[in-house]
């Protein structure tokens, strides 16, 4: 453990503001013997000083580039598009292994420079289920953003708030609501209920049972829907084009937590661009009005809760960084992806 070098690097995209790892639990990391480097970022929820209290060494952003190649590279979102080849293990949701636009060259860039994707959102235990997740935010933010729009309350471009601030808006709209929730016993579904709840709703709630033979009517008939389902095998869509135009249709609001825009896998192949901050609302139909949330990022709209608790299931994983386990299987899967597209990998590289 002593030789492992993290180094967490600043987020290029404006809009996020999580962190993987918070600074009382780097400073964890560095009592067991881990090197911490934290690039220097104005956007992140934590200051970089808090960083440094916490005995983490501090770096310029963008700087992870030239960092030694033993070096393990930590962050979230994507990687900015130099250099072509990249060097370093990497730990970051990809979305590089489900035929996403900009799958093949991003894999093409770790091969070219022999490092390696550990992908998050494969970072999993034994069975399969993942060990670190932002997805009952995820949930919680879109169901949220969902209501207030639907109600005529949601203030436009976002910006990142606090659970206390945000709940204070769902309780203050109103209006009866017919809801539904797709996945709703999964992370992001608990979390679509719960913030539904704290607008006065209480959604139909679906989940594996009813959407092995989903009931597109009953879809249809619901004014809100939020879809938390990701799934990793090809499945049905839930909505089609050809459904939006059923003449009576009463769904007015649909919000995709899941995102998968792109993917083959997708089950709402319905729009092919997500939204964001600035405008976070596509209108799909005119007639009846239908209104599309599609945010990748919807939980650093409240980052302070999502990077805790996110943090905290990082954190016995990066303690436990090292060949076979969960690492592994991301390693495993990395090559996996590789493969499917026909790259050549050359010799692989442990973890």
Known sequence: ???????????TRTTERRTPV????????????????????PQRVHSIEAYEQAGCRVAEAGS?????????????????????GLTHRHIFFGHAYKRQ???????????????????????????????????????????ALAVLHHRGALKVPLHPTSKGELDAELGASAGELSALVIGALGRS??????????????PTCWDLAETRDLDRAALLEHELTVNTVLTTRPIPPFLTDKDLDEPGRRL?????????????????????????????????RERPALDLIAID??????????????????????????????????LDRFHQACRELGLDEGEFRDV
């Open 252 to 284: 007015r609001t649909l919000c995709d937590v899941t995102c998968d825009v792109g993917s083959p896998l997708n089950v709402l192949p319905v729009y092919d661009t997500t939204t964001d901050w600035t405008r976070p609302v596509r209108r799909l």
């Open 22 to 41: 918070v600074p009382s639990d780097a400073a964890r990391l560095v009592d067991a013997g881990v090197t911490l480097t934290v690039e220097d970022s």
């Open 101 to 143: 636009p900009g799958a093949e060259p991003l894999l093409r860039r770790f091969l070219a420079g022999g490092g390696a994707l550990l992908d998050l959102e494969y970072l999993v235990d034994d069975e399969g289920r993942r060990l670190a997740a932002f997805g009952y935010w995820a949930g919680y933010l879109g169901a």
């Open 189 to 202: 579904g608990r979390g679509a209920r719960a913030a539904l709840g704290v607008a006065g709703a209480e």
């Open 297 to 330: 990022n919807l939980p650093s709209l409240l980052p302070l809760e999502a990077s805790a608790d996110f943090s905290a299931a990082l954190l016995p994983r990066l303690l436990e960084f090292g060949v076979g386990g969960p690492w592994g299987r991301c």
């Open 1 to 11: 453990m002593t030789e492992l070098h993290l180094w967490l690097r600043h987020e």
């Open 64 to 84: 992870w580039v030239s960092a030694p190649p033993e070096t393990v590279v930590v962050g979230l979102k994507e990687l900015p598009d130099e250099p072509a």
